[in-house]
């Protein structure tokens, strides 16, 4: 991009304007370029919305003054962005309906974030409003994040799905016991059989893994189902209130204490985080390929769809959201608007209507919801 006959405001306006053109152009990187190896651009990606915006603004800016050379390079630069922008920005105009006569098989995907254990005082309360949620909209299978049980007591969160809620069967693996009776990991419930149940293990982790399982919707109609909860970012919450201060605005004073240190903490925070994820994610990548029915992922990926993570699970499947809903679509309820990070994805064989995202704050990640056509055969084409 060359300045040309520029004004000084515009030669400075020029300057920040090719900032901001470097930083998308580095961003739109993210989904092809493993973190394992080069993990910068997975963090700009993070903020691609943002980015985006600003890159936006300079375009507006130059078709206002007519700079007609400046103008074209933006629309070039903002064109070259279009596969992230189509992943990134759903523009759907109405809900889809399923093929009539097609089975159906309404799917809901939740991390509970263990029901709000560890609020010792209204964690029954959390725990009935999710479970109300739940019953008002009566899914067929829930994948649960982030699931909590007890063997016995108020807290025995399995007992009560199965009894209270109908879900005959389920698939709870366990990622932790204590006192050999408290249980913690990644769970599925259901209305149909689930044949065939296993898991996927990370060397990398202990927390994280992925639960999948033979859903069998009817005769010869057959799913395979995959509960994904990714590495997250291990963010404390020091840490998080250390961003949430930066973005609100921290007083001269304040960033003078241990500011380099802190931002060190949080840079390293999500650099393992995106190098854990890019691995996993190659690994589910390598199940759902070989797979032998039509694939449904639901789950937490801890990433937005500008990552390689996401980039690397969807490969070939619909994205749930994109096919049915408008806007950006936050999941995970913190004070940025832009964290998609839940998501029910979906072979091409299967069908897909009434995606929707259930912003209702009893835990950090909102509940998704989606209706599933499956195929007759139950065969992967």
């Given at each position: 991009?060359?300045?040309?006959?520029?004004?000084?405001?515009?030669?400075?306006?020029?300057?920040?304007?090719?900032?901001?053109?470097?930083?998308?152009?580095?961003?739109?990187?993210?989904?092809?370029?493993?973190?394992?190896?080069?993990?910068?651009?997975?963090?700009?990606?993070?903020?691609?919305?943002?980015?985006?915006?600003?890159?936006?603004?300079?375009?507006?800016?130059?078709?206002?003054?007519?700079?007609?050379?400046?103008?074209?390079?933006?629309?070039?630069?903002?064109?070259?962005?279009?596969?992230?922008?189509?992943?990134?920005?759903?523009?759907?105009?109405?809900?889809?309906?399923?093929?009539?006569?097609?089975?159906?098989?309404?799917?809901?995907?939740?991390?509970?974030?263990?029901?709000?254990?560890?609020?010792?005082?209204?964690?029954?309360?959390?725990?009935?409003?999710?479970?109300?949620?739940?019953?008002?909209?009566?899914?067929?299978?829930?994948?649960?994040?982030?699931?909590?049980?007890?063997?016995?007591?108020?807290l025995h969160n399995v007992k009560l799905l199965?009894?209270?809620?109908?879900?005959?069967?389920?698939?709870?693996?366990?990622?932790?016991?204590?006192?050999?009776?408290?249980?913690?990991?990644?769970?599925?419930?259901?209305?149909?059989?689930?044949?065939?149940?296993?898991?996927?293990?990370?060397?990398?982790?202990?927390?994280?893994?992925?639960?999948?399982?033979?859903?069998?919707?009817?005769?010869?109609?057959?799913?395979?189902?995959?509960?994904?909860?990714?590495?997250?970012?291990?963010l404390s919450n020091k840490d998080v209130k250390?961003?949430?201060?930066?973005?609100?605005?921290?007083?001269?004073?304040?960033?003078?204490?241990?500011?380099?240190?802190?931002?060190?903490?949080?840079?390293?925070?999500?650099?393992?985080?995106?190098?854990?994820?890019?691995?996993?994610?190659?690994?589910?990548?390598?199940?759902?390929?070989?797979?032998?029915?039509?694939?449904?992922?639901?789950?937490?990926?801890?990433?937005?769809?500008?990552?390689?993570?996401?980039?690397?699970?969807?490969?070939?499947?619909?994205?749930?959201?994109?096919?049915?809903?408008?806007?950006?679509?936050?999941?995970?309820?913190?004070?940025?608007?832009?964290?998609r990070i839940d998501y029910i994805l979906a072979?091409?064989?299967?069908?897909?209507?009434?995606?929707?995202?259930?912003?209702?704050?009893?835990?950090?990640?909102?509940?998704?919801?989606?209706?599933?056509?499956?195929?007759?055969?139950?065969?992967?084409?």
């Open positions: 991009m060359k300045a040309g006959r520029l004004s000084w405001f515009d030669k400075l306006i020029y300057f920040f304007n090719l900032l901001a053109v470097i930083l998308l152009l580095c961003t739109y990187t993210a989904p092809y370029l493993n973190p394992e190896t080069l993990w910068m651009p997975a963090i700009l990606a993070l903020g691609y919305p943002f980015t985006l915006a600003l890159n936006m603004l300079f375009t507006i800016y130059w078709l206002l003054r007519k700079k007609w050379r400046q103008l074209l390079y933006m629309a070039a630069v903002l064109l070259l962005g279009l596969p992230m922008f189509t992943k990134t920005f759903a523009f759907a105009t109405g809900q889809k309906t399923l093929v009539a006569g097609t089975p159906q098989l309404k799917v809901m995907s939740y991390n509970v974030r263990n029901f709000d254990l560890y609020n010792w005082k209204e964690n029954v309360v959390a725990r009935d409003k999710m479970l109300s949620l739940i019953s008002a909209e009566n899914p067929d299978v829930i994948c649960f994040q982030e699931f909590y049980t007890e063997d016995a007591g108020e199965v009894n209270e809620l109908g879900y005959k069967y389920y698939h709870f693996e366990k990622t932790l016991t204590l006192r050999g009776k408290d249980h913690w990991g990644e769970a599925v419930f259901s209305k149909y059989p689930l044949n065939n149940p296993d898991k996927i293990v990370f060397s990398n982790s202990t927390g994280n893994i992925v639960t999948y399982a033979d859903v069998a919707v009817g005769e010869g109609q057959i799913i395979r189902l995959f509960n994904a909860h990714l590495q997250s970012f291990r250390y961003v949430q201060d930066i973005t609100g605005g921290l007083s001269q004073e304040d960033l003078k204490k241990s500011t380099i240190q802190k931002n060190l903490i949080v840079l390293l925070k999500l650099r393992d985080g995106f190098k854990k994820r890019s691995t996993q994610a190659r690994i589910l990548a390598e199940y759902i390929q070989k797979s032998p029915y039509p694939v449904l992922v639901c789950g937490d990926f801890n990433d937005v769809p500008s990552s390689y993570a996401y980039h690397t699970i969807s490969k070939n499947l619909q994205d749930a959201f994109l096919q049915s809903s408008f806007g950006i679509g936050k999941t995970f309820n913190t004070f940025l608007p832009t964290l072979g091409e064989a299967l069908h897909l209507s009434g995606f929707k995202i259930i912003d209702k704050d009893y835990s950090d990640h909102y509940a998704i919801v989606c209706n599933i056509g499956v195929p007759k055969n139950g065969v992967k084409p």
